[in-house]
């Protein structure tokens, strides 16, 4: 952290005639020799990525993309139906919708995770954790799904893929299913991981910080985002959603009604 009295950056710095990412140039290091991905992590950690570091964020950005009609497509869908000269808005009202209930549930896994590393007994703090959250009748972020029974598939896939790469050293893993057995044991019966919970514990593996992965659901979602405008922009479904709210929820005060 800089302590100085004054800001600094390392993200990025031109010249004339040169533009530089860090310290790499970005038409002789970067341009046509690496990915998207790498270049992201770099900017992001701060260090070179590692190959398991981008495999593993290549799934995490692909898990994340797209979930249907979910409330941040159909946010982006509406504010594009009524704004269509600004995709940007559009893209931006559905990524607005990345929070604690939905697509960004990672970050709340990942702070039960970094509670159960840090435990003298991660066993006993794993359990704690489940039966308070069954006691207070709270939502268990990383578990659950109302479409994915009895399990979700997408999480057990990248918990597959994440075991199977021998330089992770797996403590992230390892807390998410002890943490998995506890809440099966709090509830008294299988609650499924949900994507988002195997999410924090992958992206926990590759040392991105707890506070930072809510950034790469944003990152992923938006490109997804964007493949809903397209959609909308080739068959419209907003004017519909929109119609049938309003004949969905209908008016119950008194303004119209015939006086007695």
Known sequence: ??????????LCTHTLTSLHYGDADLVQDLMGKKTFTEVMLMQILGRTPRPVDMRITDVVLIVLMEHGLTPSAIATRLVYMSAPENLQGAVSAGLLAVGSSFVGTMENCSRLLDRILAAP?????????????????KAMPGFGHHLHKPVDPRAYKLLELAGAEPELAGRHLRALHMLSGAVDAAWGRPITINATGAVAAVLGEIGV????????????RAAGLV?????????????????????????????????A
């Open 121 to 137: 007994d991660p066993e006993a703090e794993a359990l704690a954790i489940a039966r308070q959250h069954r006691a207070d009748k």
């Open 209 to 220: 910080p707890t506070e930072v992965m809510r950034g790469f659901a944003v990152i992923s």
């Open 227 to 259: 493949a809903h405008v397209v959609e909308e922009q080739r068959s419209p479904s907003g004017r519909f959603i929109w119609d049938t709210v309003e004949h969905a929820i209908p008016y119950v005060g008194q303004a119209g009604k015939a006086q």
């Open 1 to 10: 952290m800089n302590t100085s009295a004054t800001p600094t950056t390392r």
